[in-house]
């Protein structure tokens, strides 16, 4: 069986909440985060947040909603095809 995962990268403010903002994001559409990485920018107003799902659907939605959130500066899809 071939799985999608979806690679997200997210500029986000550096603000206590916004990480839970933007995993509520996931929940609602019960989408289970396989990976996080979240590392600050040199100036610390930013973060660049690294979100690895699986087999998304309606990722073009899922998406939208991150751009809406107000601490979302950018939300770009990098997607990879693997085999299990």
């Given at each position: 069986?071939?799985?999608?995962?979806?690679?997200?990268?997210?500029?986000?403010?550096?603000?206590?909440g916004?990480l839970?903002?933007?995993?509520?994001v996931?929940?609602?559409?019960g989408?289970?985060?396989r990976?996080?990485?979240v590392e600050?920018?040199?100036?610390e107003?930013?973060?660049?947040m690294t979100?690895?799902?699986?087999?998304?659907?309606?990722?073009?939605q899922m998406?939208h909603q991150?751009?809406?959130l107000?601490?979302?500066?950018?939300?770009?899809?990098?997607?990879?095809?693997?085999?299990?």
């Open positions: 069986m071939q799985h999608v995962d979806h690679t997200l990268v997210l500029t986000v403010r550096n603000q206590p916004v839970v903002r933007i995993a509520h996931f929940a609602r559409r989408c289970n985060i990976s996080l990485r600050p920018h040199a100036d107003q930013w973060s660049t979100i690895i799902v699986r087999d998304v659907p309606r990722l073009d998406i991150l751009q809406k107000i601490d979302v500066s950018t939300v770009k899809d990098h997607t990879a095809v693997q085999k299990n």
